[in-house]
T-cell receptor
Framework: GENVEQHPSTLSVQEGDSAVIKCTYS??????FPWYKQELGKGPQLIID???NVGEKKDQRIAVTLNKTAKHFSLHITETQPEDSAVYFC????????WGAGTKLIIKP | SQTIHQWPATLVQPVGSPLSLECTVE??????LYWYRQAAGRGLQLLFY??????ISSEVPQNLSASRPQDRQFILSSKKLLLSDSGFYLC???????????FGQGTRLTVV
């Protein structure tokens, strides 16, 4: 079955710098890759997603890249701000979402 | 628009007591429904999912059970809670086909 690995488990960056979180997946049939942000005490919320027919997608300071050959995808956050501090989850899906273990992003002032 | 309601937000229960967490979805029909747990505050562990009324799939053996008595209602239950059942429980729904999942606000369960 599908397996999704996410790295790093914790990432600390200076405010204003960029943050990159990486995920790899095992099922080549996976065709949908979302990223979720979870703030403390709340449920995760979708922030950006990408489908397998697209290599990159951007939404303001957030971008996701997908390399189907290598079976990995990444979340890029530029000009990080304190409100970006949260836990981020990647997932891969063919029929059902398979989740990465999460990355705790800490933005240092 | 679609909304998901999950309650209660927090719950403190003694060991050995029963549990019932309820989740309802509005604005959609025939959704996939999910129960997740975050025991460590980070990873999402899928407990149960349902593709229709009365259809429940269990991902891990445990002290919990789930039921779907109506199309948009999903219930997580236990007859006797254990200390290890403490955690943050999340209900979620998606349309058929494995696309975006929409999460409730979660229930923080503390078993004492």
């Amino acid at each position: 079955g599908e397996n999704v690995e996410q790295h790093p488990s914790t990432l600390s960056v200076q405010e204003g710098d960029s943050a990159v979180i990486k995920c790899t997946y095992s099922d080549s049939a996976s065709n949908y890759f979302p990223w979720y942000k979870q703030e403390l005490g709340k449920g995760p919320q979708l922030i950006i997603d990408i489908r397998s027919n697209v290599g990159e997608k951007k939404d303001q300071r957030i971008a996701v890249t997908l390399n189907k050959t290598a079976k990995h995808f990444s979340l890029h956050i530029t000009e990080t701000q304190p409100e970006d501090s949260a836990v981020y989850f990647c997932a891969g899906s063919n029929y059902q979402l398979i989740w990465g273990a999460g990355t705790k992003l800490i933005i240092k002032p | 628009s679609q909304t998901i309601h999950q309650w209660p937000a927090t719950l403190v229960q003694p060991v050995g007591s029963p549990l019932s967490l309820e989740c309802t979805v509005e604005g959609t029909s025939n959704p996939n429904l999910y129960w997740y747990r975050q025991a460590a505050g980070r990873g999402l562990q899928l407990l149960f999912y349902s593709v229709g009324i009365g259809q429940i799939s269990s991902e891990v053996p445990q002290n919990l059970s789930a039921s779907r008595p109506q199309d948009r209602q999903f219930i997580l239950s236990s007859k006797k809670l254990l200390l290890s059942d403490s955690g943050f429980y999340l209900c979620a729904w998606s349309v058929k086909g494995g696309t975006e999942a929409f999460f409730g606000q979660g229930t923080r369960l503390t078993v004492v």
